[in-house]
C-alpha cells in the first residue's frame, strides 16, 4: 500500500506529536468509571433534564416549556496529519453529540491547546479554517473560544444547541422489541492505526475523511419520530460499548448480528494484518465481561466490536414498525449506508453478539 501524502504545510507528521489519536485519545470505559463514581453527587437543579448519569452524550438544561438547551465539549488530539482534515473532523465529531440528543446545534466555542514552538502558525490555523468550515455547513459560529500553549496539539468544540423537551431523545430511552439501527460503518480506528503506521492506501484515507467529516444530521429529523425511543453516537468506546451504554440505561439486553453489521472497505482484512488501536484493547478489558460473544464469530469480531470511531455514526433504537422511516431519514441525509444491526430484550442489561 502506498503511504498517504503529507499536507505540504506540515513538514512535521501531527500524528507524531501524539501518543494516540482521535476517539482513541479516551479514557478505557472501567478507568474513567472508576474516576467518575463519586462524581454524581452536589446540587442538582430540577431543570437539569440530562446529566452524567446514563453516560450520556451531552447534558440537557430546560429553558422553558418549549426549549432545553444542550451543552457538550470533545476535543483530542490528531488522528490524521493533514492539519485542516483534522480540525475538520474533530469539529464534526464534537457537533455529533448535539445530534445524537435530538438537537440542532446553534453555536461553537474553541478549544486550541498547541506546541507553539513547534507548528508553524500556518498548520495551526489550517487546523482552525477546518473546524471552521465545518461549523460553517453545519450552520452554526465559533463564537469564540480558549487558546494555551500544550505539548501535544490538541483541537475541539464546546458545543450548544437547542431542542425541544419533549424530543430530547436520551440513551436509556430504549424499549423491550426495539431495532438497532447504526448510521455509519465501522472500522475508524483500524484505518487511523494503518495510517500511524504509513500503511494506508489512498483509497483507505479518502474512506478515513469521508466518514469522519460526515454530519449527523439525522439525529434532528430521528427525534421528531415517535417511535424513535433512544439515540446515542458511537464514538471512543466502539459499538459494543455504546451499545452496552444503551442497554445498561434502559435496564435491557441487547442483541447485535454480527453479520449484519456495517463495515468500511478492507479494514476486516487490514484487523487480521494486526492494524489494531491500543483503545480496542482498553475497551474489551473494560466491558468485555458483559459481551457475549457467540461462537464461530470470526477472529476479527471482537476487535472490530471495540473499535474506538472518531466521529462515528448514530445508533438508534426504535420501535419495530418506524424502521422503514428511520431508514428513510438516514437515506434522505446521505447515509445510504444505515443498517439495522440488531434488537433489545428483556433481560439482564448486557450485550449479544450473534452471527
Known amino acids: 500500500m502506498n503511504p498517504t501524502p503529507m499536507n505540504p504545510l506540515a513538514p512535521l507528521r501531527l500524528t507524531s506529536f501524539s501518543h494516540g489519536g482521535g476517539c482513541g485519545c479516551k479514557i478505557a470505559p472501567g478507568?474513567?468509571?472508576e474516576i467518575l463514581k463519586n462524581s454524581g453527587a452536589g446540587f442538582i437543579p430540577p431543570e437539569l433534564m440530562v446529566g452524567i448519569e446514563t453516560?450520556?452524550?451531552?447534558?440537557?438544561y430546560k429553558?422553558?416549556?418549549?426549549?432545553a438547551l444542550i451543552a457538550t465539549t470533545d476535543f483530542f488530539m490528531p488522528i490524521v496529519d493533514d492539519p485542516y482534515e483534522f480540525g475538520r473532523i474533530a469539529a464534526t465529531n464534537a457537533i455529533s453529540d448535539v445530534y445524537a440528543m435530538g438537537g440542532k446545534p446553534i453555536m461553537a466555542l474553541a478549544?486550541?491547546?498547541?506546541?507553539?514552538?513547534q507548528l508553524p502558525i500556518e498548520v495551526i490555523g489550517e487546523i482552525v479554517r477546518g473546524g471552521q468550515d465545518v461549523c460553517r455547513a453545519a450552520g452554526i459560529p465559533?463564537?469564540?473560544?480558549?487558546?494555551?500553549?500544550?505539548v501535544e496539539p490538541i483541537y475541539g468544540l464546546v458545543v450548544m444547541g437547542l431542542v425541544h423537551p419533549d424530543r430530547v431523545r436520551r440513551n436509556a430511552g430504549a424499549q423491550p422489541g426495539d431495532v438497532l439501527v447504526l448510521g455509519k460503518p465501522l472500522g475508524v480506528g483500524v484505518l487511523s492505526a494503518a495510517l500511524k503506521k504509513e500503511q494506508l492506501s489512498e483509497a483507505g484515507y479518502r474512506q478515513l475523511i469521508d466518514?469522519?467529516?460526515?454530519?449527523n444530521t439525522p439525529g434532528i429529523a430521528l427525534a421528531q419520530l415517535d417511535g424513535v425511543h433512544a439515540l446515542t453516537d458511537v464514538t471512543g468506546f466502539g459499538l459494543a460499548g455504546h451499545a452496552l451504554e444503551l442497554a445498561r440505561?434502559?435496564?435491557?439486553?441487547?442483541?447485535?448480528?454480527?453479520?449484519?453489521?456495517?463495515?468500511l472497505d478492507g479494514v476486516e482484512a487490514m484487523v487480521a494484518e494486526g492494524f489494531v488501536t491500543g483503545a480496542s484493547g482498553r475497551n474489551w478489558a473494560g466491558y468485555g465481561s458483559d459481551?457475549?460473544?457467540?461462537?464461530?464469530?470470526?477472529?476479527?469480531a471482537q476487535s472490530l466490536l471495540s473499535d474506538p470511531q472518531t466521529s462515528g455514526g448514530l445508533l438508534v433504537s426504535c420501535a419495530a414498525e418506524s424502521v422503514d422511516a428511520v431508514l428513510e431519514v438516514f437515506r434522505r441525509e446521505g447515509f445510504g449506508g444505515a443498517k439495522v444491526v440488531g434488537r433489545t430484550e428483556a433481560g439482564s442489561p448486557g450485550l449479544t453478539v450473534l452471527l
Open 31 to 33: 478507568v474513567l468509571s
Open 291 to 300: 459481551v457475549d460473544l457467540a461462537k464461530g464469530l470470526p477472529a476479527t
Open 63 to 67: 429553558l422553558n416549556d418549549s426549549q
Open 111 to 117: 478549544l486550541v491547546a498547541m506546541p507553539v514552538n
Open 55 to 60: 453516560a450520556d452524550d451531552a447534558a440537557v
Open 249 to 263: 440505561g434502559a435496564g435491557l439486553k441487547a442483541v447485535v448480528g454480527w453479520s449484519s453489521v456495517p463495515l
Open 142 to 150: 465559533i463564537a469564540g473560544g480558549h487558546t494555551i500553549d500544550s
Open 211 to 215: 466518514t469522519t467529516t460526515q454530519l
